[in-house]
């Protein structure tokens, strides 16, 4: 059976799923792109190497929008039953066991390697395609079998970065102003004096200062290897940021995340002591961290971040007390906690509890969904 462009009715349906892949990915493809995309196929072939080209040549009108299909191209024809075809083959791809042994942090090296990894394990069997993206979205990242650990690191770089790429567009964007009677009149004499259209002062947002704390004890391990890059990405979006790690201690590493690539500041990382998988002491890390790096909030424009499940072996008073001063130094206090995805939780535990009144926002953080979903308070 043919389609529209004399093209089988498969080789149509792949076309114009990329395409819609590459628009929930950012780029904009509407209609005349799909048909312009259909065209290209059919000139070219479904299996032509040179559909990669064709492609971007239709769907890509900047730079941005270069590297972007370059990653949606990769991410869903490596996939794909139906892949171009090249006369470079891939290497067979690596077990994942061999990067990924366990979940702990001596695997932070393997995080970021852009590696194309996948294998079945145990007879679990990899999610592919666009249905690896949708599962692996949704995931609590505990439950992700390690047959599919590659992909889910790869899934979420890709889209931090997009992340990352939005913000600082609505950044550049900006909101309109007071009117600018200057240019009005300006631009009212060409219409003998009559103000046929006012012109606004552009406001351009100014960026939050971020101060992020990541949880990196023993029950957070399972999350706190992707959160890691989470906040690697946040702090290249944002000029104005802080990271810190703790468990029994606090640990500064925003000059660590200031490395272009995330694989060297995950190996730079590696390599810091930290107190990884240690205990918790979230209430004497905050007392640290005013009584050493207070300096770094200002009431007026901070986001203070929390990533943790709030279990702390420490004197909750002391938590509270802590985080109390901290409230009062910034603008809002953001508590992410990977439990809050569990239907059954409650924060009943007494950290918990001691934190919730001077809490902002307390939101999920178990699966790629839920950190893509901080997006609209930054």
Known sequence: MLGPTGQSSDAVRVIVEFCRFAREKGLSVGVQETLGALDAAAALGVRSEELKFGLRSILCGSKDDWDLFEECFQMFWRESAVEPQSSHRRPPRKEISSRVSERNPASLMSMGAGEDVSSEEDGAQTVTGASAHERLTKADFPAVPLSDLATLEQISIRLFKQMSRRLARKRRTGSRGQVDLRKTI???????????????????????RLVTLLDIS?????????????????????????????????????????????????????????????????????????????????????????????????????????????????????????????????????????????????????????????????
């Open 218 to 378: 023993g029950s957070m391990s399972p999350y706190s290897l992707f959160l890691v890059k989470f906040l690697y990405t946040l702090q290249k979006h944002f000029r104005r940021v802080d990271t810190f790690l703790f468990s029994t201690g606090l640990v500064e590493i925003t000059s660590l995340f200031r490395a272009q690539r995330l694989q060297d500041a995950l190996q730079a990382l590696s390599q810091r002591p930290a107190g990884w998988s240690g205990g918790t002491s979230i209430g004497g890390s905050l007392r640290e961290f005013n009584q050493i790096h207070r300096r770094k909030l200002r009431s007026s424009d901070t986001l203070f971040v929390i990533l943790s499940d709030g279990w702390d072996t420490g004197d909750a008073g002391v938590l509270a007390a802590e985080l109390g001063a901290v409230k009062r130094r910034v603008r809002r206090i953001i508590w992410l906690n990977p439990l809050l995805g569990l239907k059954e939780y409650q924060p009943i535990t007494s950290g918990m509890s001691a934190a919730l009144p001077h809490i902002d926002l307390f939101a999920p953080c178990h699966n790629l969904e839920s950190l893509l979903a901080l997006e609209k308070h930054l």
């Open 186 to 208: 300006r631009r009212s004499i060409s219409h003998g004096g009559e103000p046929m259209n006012l012109r606004y002062r552009e406001r351009k947002p100014r960026p939050h």
